[in-house]
């Protein structure tokens, strides 16, 4: 040993320092494959937030819709609650998608990230059938009718769409809650489940008061 | 002292007499750790940059105006990338229109971070079908057809766009993933609904 340690007492500093280089290039290297904060384009966080984007787009659309055409004061506050909540999650999930540098559309197909779900792989959709390629999503014609509707004509249509889009919603939630760690993705993701879920409760009880079981 | 021993002070005194010599072993060593380092740097780098760098035969214009206004608007290029235009944005909710769209409508979608297809009226129909399918699968998009302009197909983001030929070269997708609320949006967030519905 002693021999051993004035022999190589040239070579030891070298060798400590390469084994500190190569720990913090393994390390290095390792967070470049796992990327915890950076999910990838391509990954199942950037497309359910791109995805969940557009279908939150259509809540905020639908609430207001409804909050022209109702005079129902507890209506227009969940509607109101809904294009608030919504419009600033579609503001969070854009965020990660700058920081990821992951771009805002994906040409190939929506819901490629949650292949599989209920025969809806994404892909090619048919003439303005591309929307309701989402689970959940209201097609134009649902749209343009709520438009024209008003009072509680108005009300039963926004609370029967919203409830079948929050449902969406919530197996998209889920759906992601199943495939990612990321923090931030899991959190946001898990309000979803929990919030919408309640009010899908809330709406059925204001649909059950105006005669119409969900 | 045996042997090996012996051999190992030869080696030690060797050392100490040639210890100025060159580390060539700690250079190569530290030279491949500083290449890999450098190329996996380069790479993440890569990785983490949009994609609109490498779009060949991207136009762009700077200086823009974005006033509203209900009036006519004379604008530099058909179709326009950009300029004042009207209070109603053209909704771009993934949406395929078979008649041209009013130019000041349209250029307001522009400033909302959409992009905008439009294609010369007599397109063949498989052509158009599959920027539909584009289309319909992209919010913050819309595509119309476009009366003189001087390409087939012409794609437009606020301040960019890009003339081709054919409805499938690779630079539709390339350009839908750069520019759809893509760094050029004057207004992060806008809407793409609730306005101007019909062509």
């Known amino acids: 040993m002693t021999d051993g340690s004035t022999g190589s007492r040239g070579r030891r500093p070298t060798a400590a320092l390469a084994a500190l280089v190569l720990a913090v ?25 791109r995805d969940m984007s557009v279908h939150h787009a259509q809540a905020v659309r639908m609430s207001f819709l409804v909050r022209d055409g109702s005079e129902d004061e507890r209506v227009r506050l969940l509607a109101y609650d809904v294009i608030n909540t919504q419009s600033a999650q579609i503001g969070m999930m854009t965020a990660w998608l700058d920081e990821w540098g992951a771009p805002k559309a994906d040409p190939a197909g929506r819901m490629r990230w949650m292949a599989g779900h209920g025969g809806h792989g994404g892909g090619r959709a048919g ?47 889920e759906a992601v809650l199943a495939r990612t760690d990321h923090p931030r993705v899991r959190r946001l993701a898990r309000t979803m489940v929990d919030g919408q879920r309640s009010e899908i409760t809330l709406m059925t009880d204001m649909l059950r008061e105006r005669g119409i079981r969900a | 002292m045996s ?21 060539w072993g700690g250079i190569a060593f530290f030279t491949v750790i500083g ?52 209070p109603m944005w053209q909704n771009c909710d993934a949406r395929v229109y078979d008649k041209q ?80 609320k893509g760094p050029q949006t004057l207004e992060p967030g806008a809407a793409c609904s609730g306005a101007k519905d019909a062509a």
Do not use: C
């Open chain 2, 35 to 86: 290449l890999v380092a450098a190329v996996a740097i380069g790479y993440a780098f890569l990785q983490s940059r949009p994609a609109d760098a490498a779009i060949a035969g991207l136009i762009e214009k700077d200086g823009l105006g974005q006033d509203h206004t209900t009036g006519t608007v004379r604008y530099e290029s058909s179709p326009p990338m950009g300029g004042d235009h009207d």
């Open chain 1, 25 to 49: 290039a393994g390390l290095l290297a390792a967070w470049q494959g796992l990327r915890p904060d950076r999910p990838g384009g391509g990954g199942p966080e950037a497309g359910f937030a």
């Open chain 2, 3 to 23: 042997k090996s021993a012996r051999n190992r002070a030869q080696r030690n005194r060797k050392n100490v007499l040639t210890k100025r010599e060159v580390p």
């Open chain 1, 127 to 173: 003439s303005g059938g591309g929307a309701a390629a989402m689970p959940g999503m209201a097609t134009r014609d649902q749209l343009a009718r709520l438009e024209k509707a008003s009072g509680r004509d108005a009300e039963v249509r926004y609370l029967q769409l919203m409830i079948a889009h929050h449902r969406g919603g919530v197996a998209m939630a």
């Open chain 2, 101 to 180: 769209l009013r130019n000041e409508n349209a250029v307001h979608s522009l400033e909302h971070g959409a992009v905008w297809i439009t294609y010369r009226p007599g397109l063949a129909a498989d052509q158009i079908e599959r920027l539909s399918g584009k289309i319909e699968n992209t919010d913050y998009s819309m595509m119309s057809p476009y009366a003189g302009q001087d390409a087939p197909i012409i794609m437009t983001a606020w301040g960019k766009q890009l003339k081709l030929q054919d409805a499938s070269d690779a630079r539709v997708d390339a350009f839908l993933r750069a520019f759809v």
